[in-house]
């Protein structure tokens, strides 16, 4: 598939971030957390237990060379679900690793909306960065991933997931072939559609973005938008 394929489907793309991290996302790029605790210079055991289950919790270093970092909680995972729901072999910290070494875009701006009203965090008031797909995929070609799934939530019925969950954009033929790919013979289902898009690695987004957003009180403030 090629970027403008995608991008013809879904021409902007949206990453929600904890407030205050714009001037690092411009010097550094987005990290996924494995990435970003190890330049903040956390330790080993404290990095393989926030990378390596659900996180209750988010958690918070201060002056670290990073500056302030967040990792955010990931309460909509549950290790049980995940249990019941993982394939090839993958265990519940298999999957949080490969969490932890990507960065996450929702294709959709109504799952944006349904991850930012969600119990959990609906109180906390998020950054929200509209990204022009076309320039960032084209930018990161060989390191993009479709996910057609939610893959960082098990809440109601948890999806089935494995490592073909992510699907390297560079080895997708057409949008077409992607969406039918899990069907698999004689079953009846729905085509897939793209709800995430990831990357592995840095993400250098800065270039790319549409619109910075604050997200407060159930509500959207335009921040900054290109001229």
């Not at 055991?45 to 060379?65: I, Q, Y």
Request: proline share 5%.
């Amino acid at each position: 598939m090629t970027p403008e394929e995608l991008a013809s489907r879904h021409p902007q793309l949206f990453h929600q971030m904890p407030v205050g991290r714009w001037e690092s996302v411009v010097e550094h790029g987005l990290l996924p957390p494995r990435l970003l605790l190890e330049r903040a210079g956390v330790d080993a055991r404290t990095m393989d237990a926030l990378t390596s289950k659900p996180r209750r919790t988010a958690a918070v270093f201060e002056d670290t060379p990073m500056g302030r970092v967040v990792i955010s909680d990931s309460i909509p995972l549950s290790e049980t679900a995940l249990r019941r729901c993982l394939d090839d072999g993958l265990s519940p910290q298999d999957w949080c690793g490969m969490l932890a070494e990507r960065v996450f875009f929702w294709a959709n701006e109504r799952d944006l909306d349904g991850l930012l009203r969600a119990r959990s965090i609906r109180d906390v008031a998020r950054d929200v960065l509209v990204i022009d797909t076309l320039g960032f995929v084209t930018a990161h070609f060989d390191r993009v991933e479709l996910s057609p799934i939610n893959s960082g939530s098990t809440i109601r019925k948890a999806a089935r997931r494995g490592l073909s969950t992510y699907a390297p954009l560079s080895g997708v033929e057409s949008y077409r072939e992607w969406s039918e790919r899990r069907m698999g013979a004689g079953v009846k289902r729905s085509r897939d559609v793209v709800r995430e898009v990831t990357v592995r690695g840095v993400a250098d987004v800065a270039p790319f973005v549409l619109e910075r957003r604050r997200y407060a009180g159930g509500a959207y403030e335009v921040e900054w938008r290109a001229g």
